[in-house]
T-cell receptor, first 112, second 117 residues
């Protein structure tokens, strides 16, 4: 039972263009969402988060959009840079339940 | 600031053997997590400690996995005996003490890649 789904295993984007990574969830109780980035042979690192009371959160080149009615969130990276090539994980949690539920990840490849 | 330290980085064992992983969280972080990440999947929580007490071990296969966090700092995760399906990356993470319901981020170590043959 996958409560958090990242349906694109990989995505290839030209350097300088916009990268859009998608995440869908099924549990309407989720109220906090996070994106983590992972390089090979390293642990995931926190990138950006959003609370369910918002529909957008921005941090530099990274913006996360949340559509609660569609149970969908997306991560936009503008402009994409070679260093953005990594695996991106979407994760979600609900209320006081501290446990994060993770998606399977999307591998982003930025082409020069 | 030093990050989360894990060892070993890689481990290859045969099925039915035992293996142990070690984790040293960021100084001052009271909450420690062990995750299992199978290739092509997201991390799955195995156990969470708050100081040296277990908060959640509902997904830990207790017939073969055990974990401890003595003195509320370092932690070890053990598998005995290992099965082929235990092949995965074992990630340790920590977070500062603010209560288990806060939306704070986790800091991960580089993980231990386990191959069971």
């Amino acid at each position: 039972d996958q409560q958090v789904k990242q349906n694109s295993p990989s995505l290839s984007v030209q350097e300088g263009r916009i990268s859009i990574l998608n995440c869908d969830y099924t549990n309407s109780m989720f109220d906090y969402f996070l994106w983590y980035k992972k390089y090979p042979a390293e642990g995931p690192t926190f990138l950006i988060s959003i609370s369910s009371i918002k529909d957008k959160n921005e941090d530099g080149r990274f913006t996360v959009f949340l559509n609660k009615s569609a149970k969908h969130l997306s991560l936009h990276i503008v402009p994409s840079q070679p260093g953005d090539s990594a695996v991106y994980f979407c994760a979600a949690k609900s209320g006081s339940n501290y446990q994060l539920i993770w998606g399977a990840g999307t591998k982003l490849i930025i082409k020069p | 600031e030093a990050g989360v330290a894990q060892s070993p980085r890689y481990k290859i064992i045969e099925k039915r053997q035992s293996v142990a992983f070690w984790c040293n969280p960021i100084s001052g972080h009271a909450t420690l997590y062990w995750y299992q990440q199978i290739l092509g999947q997201g991390p799955k929580l195995l156990i969470q400690f708050q100081n040296n007490g277990v908060v959640d071990d509902s997904q830990l296969p207790k017939d073969r996995f055990s974990a401890e966090r003595l003195k509320g700092v370092d932690s070890t995760l053990k598998i005995q005996p290992a099965k082929l399906e235990d092949s995965a990356v074992y990630l340790c993470a920590s977070s500062p003490l603010r209560g288990i319901s806060t939306n704070e981020k986790l800091f991960f170590g580089s993980g231990t890649q386990l191959s069971v043959l």
